[in-house]
T-cell receptor, first 115, second 112 residues
Framework: EAGVAQSPRYKIIEKRQSVAFWCNPI?????LYWYQQILGQGPKLLIQ????????DSQLPKDRFSAERLKGVDSTLKIQPAKLEDSAVYLC?????????????FGPGTRLTVL | AQSVTQPDIHITVSEGASLELRCNYS??????LFWYVQSPGQGLQLLLK??????LVQGIKGFEAEFKRSQSSFNLRKPSVHWSDAAEYFC??????????FGDGTTLTVKP
């Protein structure tokens, strides 16, 4: 079974530029998550999708971050414009069902450096 | 607000020694609890999870964890650490509504 795929693995941009990350979850997984992991901290949930609908985006900085999951499969997370404090690893995860008891499977992440 | 605390930022143990990583949670009710491991450049891998029932749960790679409601703790243990266990370990909790909260992690170094 293929795991969660993410691209790119690394990205370096200047502040105020835009960037987009892509995630392809495990086939058949209805729930998809984007996390931000700042160095020295645990992952923080940015947004959770159930199929192509948003379940929770309470911690997504909506003035600069956006995410979509068209057709309920792969997803894109965008930052526009980027700030220095957005430097982090962006993790995508998926699960079969909403995550109360279900296992989340994580991708390898995208490491973003904002200069 | 719900929270997960991992009091130890960094732990060093000798290979073959026992290991215990601490995790405390603060929730209104008993959450669903998880331990993940993250190796450099890798995503998080689930080690074990607790939902209900037996408070001692077994996981992969020889790890186990014990849920103690009275102490709001879910500590991870391994009787004999291998060099390949060096990694960062995260405790996480999910509410019934499905919201996940992670601790800030404990980095494990294994001395030869």
């Amino acid at each position: 079974e293929a795991g969660v795929a993410q691209s790119p693995r690394y990205k370096i941009i200047e502040k105020r530029q835009s960037v987009a990350f892509w995630c392809n979850p495990i086939s058949g997984h209805a729930t998809l998550y984007w996390y931000q992991q700042i160095l020295g901290q645990g992952p923080k949930l940015l947004i959770q999708f159930q199929n192509n609908g948003v379940v929770d985006d309470s911690q997504l900085p909506k003035d600069r971050f956006s995410a979509e999951r068209l057709k309920g499969v792969d997803s894109t997370l965008k930052i526009q414009p980027a700030k220095l404090e957005d430097s982090a690893v962006y993790l995508c995860a998926s699960s079969i069902r909403p995550p109360s008891t279900d296992t989340q499977y994580f991708g390898p992440g995208t490491r973003l450096t904002v200069l | 607000a719900q929270s997960v605390t991992q009091p130890d930022i960094h732990i060093t143990v000798s290979e073959g020694a026992s290991l215990e990583l601490r995790c405390n949670y603060s929730y209104g009710a008993t959450p669903y609890l998880f331990w993940y491991v993250q190796s450099p450049g890798q995503g998080l891998q689930l080690l074990l999870k607790y939902f209900s029932g037996d408070t001692l749960v077994q996981g992969i790679k020889g790890f186990e964890a014990e849920f103690k409601r009275s102490q709001s703790s879910f500590n991870l243990r391994k009787p004999s650490v291998h060099w390949s266990d060096a990694a960062e370990y995260f405790c996480a909790a999910n509410t019934n509504a499905g919201k996940s909260t992670f601790g800030d992690g404990t980095t494990l170094t294994v001395k030869p």
